[in-house]
């Protein structure tokens, strides 16, 4: 028996190893945002609706921290997040919208039907703005601090508990 | 009554497949020389397997054809208004049937090989035979116990959930059974390399024995890859043929195992020489099979091919796996230094030049081996990495430049020992070819480096491999002979295509409203409307694009850009246009505003890409060449087979003439 014959045994049981650890662990498919702490890039975007303004850059470096809320009316868990967003509203958390390939239309019906905490909305048409924030799906929510540098990224609905730890993040941006 | 037959058959399959196995054990412990009477059974225990294991598949085929809706997999992947013939692609659409697929040809693999394979020694035809049916014992449980197809519903469906509409494509119904079949054969390959191992008959009859079923896996496995890169770059639309994505990767590294076995147990077949690396690659090339198999269905590894996946049944197959590749790796370990050392050779010769092509396509396979399991790797330690051409291209250059100079040389050398002095016009011939296509690319513009190598090596090495044929009377050459020089010729067509594609591919990506126009390469593209169309089950934005070259009646062109609605899917349907040069591929995007004159304007992106079809009319060469080589062989053997025959023939006419006379040792010996 020579030894050199039993390293193809040996890497096969390292890789069997791996795999057999890897088959044990929770599969995680959120994609995280390498965008964080990073400013904002430079956008500008039309208004979403009629009552509320659009959004650019400026907007979000007015020295106040923010909630950046990346959602669609045509997105399901968004209406599971709107009460969540409206209770964030009410703690004084002032939240921006960037809806995704929407129309205006079908924006101010989901606003009437499920509330609106937004104070500005912008239109992202061809999800540009979303793809340079590193955001991958709708719904996702950005804490944006005073100077527009991401804080902290939030992937997939917002569920009442995730409330406080919004509030805490807002906290720590400077709020 | 139907997936009751179907699934009996599965049931008595697995307990013949036991028999097989024990049966074909129990033999070896006959003392050498005698038979055991237990070899009886294991042969026609394959036979009969396999008659089984495709009683099965035809029974799940005709659920599906009959669209049976009691049947929970018929119900979950069917719908009775699908088109007749996807009706029937659909059985192995899905992971059950194509696991049954993959279990019937398995079986129908191993009882052709029990039923038509009589030159091995009995014994080591029992421990391969016993292999076999070990093998298919851990496909057949896997199946009954975690995935049976036969599966019925307490109340029958009233209508089936259907299949994704990607996969109502004849391009995507073919390419998997396509490369099943090569996967599986590489099973066979596997069984008589352990086989002989442990009978310890590794030599050049049992070299011959293989060599089809390794040369029939390639063939099939080397269709399917070529299949499947063209189906990507026509159905996905990013332009590209080739993405490194982890389910490719799958495919491609049986293919290299395969190839290099291919050449190393031809070297066996011929030279007794390269005895203990051919058990290796016949080992390390099934092993690559599974390995692929277990990639793909347990999800471990994210890919852009999104399967059902099921970490259950991941745990099964890499139970299976560390089964089958543990065990078979701990017998090599074990029992390779009793293989006796082959013939020598010398670096220059036609052995040394497949070692190292075998070396290169060796750490080629590592390559891609590391990087797709990189990514794995990295994730134990919680840091996601994505591995891609950065990567693969230049880590793969490394040893396939070498690997193609090697090969438009290797051929021309003698076995055994020579002298590259002998074939040096020949190799200035090839080196002043290389170097003249890099002046000429150098001349006509600023390339990047790999492609205009590959474009010089392309020119090479399509010389190269006619040069075999040079002083031969063409009606007189094998027909193996030629199998290998259009198979090398293909590579070069494949390579040409790809330099081509790399080098000089041009692309536009512009926002164009009506009645715009664009130019690339010569071609003037002229967007004429964008109109929504609907099909079955989607709606879409279709382009419609005029193009024409150097004047002359415009083509029309109409990518678009759907949305299937069940499941909720985007997909970008591209138009290409072929010409004897080159493709034009157009895909429509989203709108992007509007012009200044208040037009709608749309994301257009066009690629010219020069030659980039030979990349798989080489694929389709290199196929065909395989074919040839097979016919070759099967000719040869028969003719080798007939002869002996007649040999025997007559030596037992003389026997008995001898004995009836009297005096046979009188009689003449008749020439032979």
């Avoid at chain 1, 005073?146 to 805490?168: A, F, K």
């Avoid at chain 2, 009959?66 to 692609?89: E, G, R, W």
């Avoid at chain 2, 070529?226 to 293919?255: C, H, I, K, Q, R």
Wanted: hydrophobic fraction near 50%.
């Amino acid at each position: 028996m020579r030894p050199a014959y039993f390293i193809p045994l040996a890497l096969f049981v390292a890789f069997a190893a791996l795999a057999g650890f890897m088959l044990t662990q929770p599969k995680d498919q959120f994609v995280e945002s390498q965008m964080v702490g990073e400013p904002l890039p430079e956008f500008a975007l039309r208004a979403a609706t009629d009552n509320r303004p659009g959004v650019s850059i400026k907007d979000l470096r007015d020295g106040k921290p923010k909630l950046l809320n990346i959602w669609a009316s045509w997105c399901v868990p968004c209406i599971a997040e709107a009460p969540h967003l409206e209770t964030l509203q009410a703690r004084g958390v002032e939240i921006v919208g960037v809806a995704i390939r929407d129309n205006p239309q079908n924006v101010a019906a989901f606003l009437a039907k499920h509330g609106n905490p937004y104070s500005r909305i912008g239109a992202d048409d061809i999800s540009a703005i979303q793809l340079e924030l590193g955001s991958s799906g709708v719904p996702e929510t950005f804490v944006i601090d005073g100077q527009g540098i991401i804080r902290h990224q939030h992937i997939g609905d917002i569920r009442e508990r995730d409330v406080p730890m919004l509030l805490q993040k807002l906290a720590e941006a400077g709020a | 009554m139907i997936a009751e037959i179907g699934h009996a058959a599965l049931w008595l399959a697995a307990a013949l497949a036991v028999l097989q196995m024990v049966s074909g054990a129990l033999a070896l412990q006959a003392p050498e020389g005698q038979v055991s009477p237990f070899a009886l059974y294991a042969r026609p225990a394959a036979v009969v397997q396999a008659l089984l294991a495709v009683l099965a598949f035809t029974m799940l085929l005709y659920a599906f054809a009959i669209t049976d809706l009691s049947v929970k997999l018929v119900a979950t992947n069917s719908h009775s208004m699908k088109p007749f013939l996807y009706k029937l692609t659909g059985t192995w659409g899905n992971h059950e049937g194509s696991m049954l697929l993959w279990v019937a040809v398995l079986a129908l693999s191993g009882g052709l090989l029990a039923y038509a394979e009589r030159r091995l020694p009995e014994r080591t035809m029992s421990a391969t035979l016993a292999v076999q049916g070990f093998v298919a014992i851990g496909f057949y449980a896997f199946l009954l116990i975690s995935s049976n197809p036969f599966e019925r519903l307490p109340v029958p469906a009233l209508e089936g959930v259907g299949l994704n509409p990607l996969l109502q494509d004849i391009g995507l119904a073919v390419h998997p059974p396509t490369l099943y079949v090569g996967y599986v054969g590489l099973s066979v390959a596997f069984s008589l390399a352990m086989g002989a191992l442990i009978t310890r008959q590794v030599n050049p009859n049992f070299a011959k024995v293989m060599r089809p079923w390794v040369l029939g896996a390639w063939v099939f496995l080397t269709l399917g890859i070529t299949a499947g890169s063209y189906w990507a770059y026509y159905e996905l639309g990013w332009g590209g043929w080739w993405f490194w994505d982890p389910v490719e990767n799958a495919s491609l590294m049986p293919w290299l195992a395969a190839t290099a076995l291919m050449h190393s147990v031809s070297v066996l077949a011929a030279r007794d020489a390269l005895r203990t690396w051919t058990i290796m690659l016949g080992v390390v090339a099934f092993s690559m099979s599974m390995l692929g198999t277990f990639l793909v269905r347990s999800g471990v590894l994210t890919s852009v091919h999104a399967f059902a996946v099921d970490p259950e049944r991941g745990t099964l197959l890499l139970f299976l796996l560390a089964l089958y590749i543990g065990g078979s790796l701990t017998i090599f370990a074990m029992r390779a230094g009793s293989i006796a050392e082959g013939k020598r050779f010398t670096a220059t010769s036609r052995e040394g030049a497949l070692v190292f092509n075998n070396v290169m396509l060796s750490a080629i396979l590592a390559i891609v081996l590391l990087g797709t399991l990189y990514p794995l790797l990295t994730e134990a330690f919680d840091v996601r990495v994505s591995v891609g051409p950065p990567y693969f291209n230049p880590a793969g250059a490394v040893f396939a430049i070498p690997m193609f100079i090697v090969m438009a040389v290797g051929p021309l050398l003698r076995w055994k020992d020579d002298k590259l002095a002998r074939v040096q016009p020949l190799l200035a011939v090839l080196g002043a070819i290389a170097l003249v296509v890099i002046a000429l690319v150098v001349f006509l513009g600023d390339y990047p480096l790999l492609p205009v190598l590959g474009l010089a090596l392309a020119g090479a090495l399509g010389v190269a491999a006619f040069m075999p044929l040079r002083g031969r009377k063409l009606n007189r050459v094998p027909t193996a002979v030629w199998g290998m020089v259009l198979a090398h010729f293909g590579v070069a067509v494949s390579l040409f295509g790809m330099a081509c594609e790399g080098a000089f591919t041009q692309e536009k990506l512009a926002a164009v409203s009506a009645g715009g126009t664009e130019e690339i390469a010569g071609w003037t593209i002229q967007l004429e409307s964008v109109d929504p169309v609907s099909g079955p089950n989607w709606t879409a934005l279709e382009a419609r694009l005029a193009v024409n070259r150097g004047g002359g009646e415009p083509i029309i062109l109409t990518p678009q850009a759907r949305n299937f609605w069940a499941p909720s899917q985007a997909t970008s349907e591209s138009a290409l246009l072929t010409r004897w040069d080159g493709q034009l591929y157009a895909v429509i995007g989203d709108a992007a505003g509007v012009d200044p004159s208040g037009e709608q304007r749309w994301q257009l992106r066009v690629w010219w890409k020069p030659f980039v079809t030979f990349i798989w009319y080489g694929g389709v060469l290199i196929a065909f060449g395989g074919v040839l080589a097979i016919v070759g062989r099967l000719q040869v053997d028969l003719k080798r087979r007939t002869a002996t025959r007649i040999g025997d023939q007559r030596r037992t006419d003389q026997a008995k003439l001898g004995e009836e006379s009297g005096e046979g040792q009188a009689l003449p010996e008749p020439a032979e």
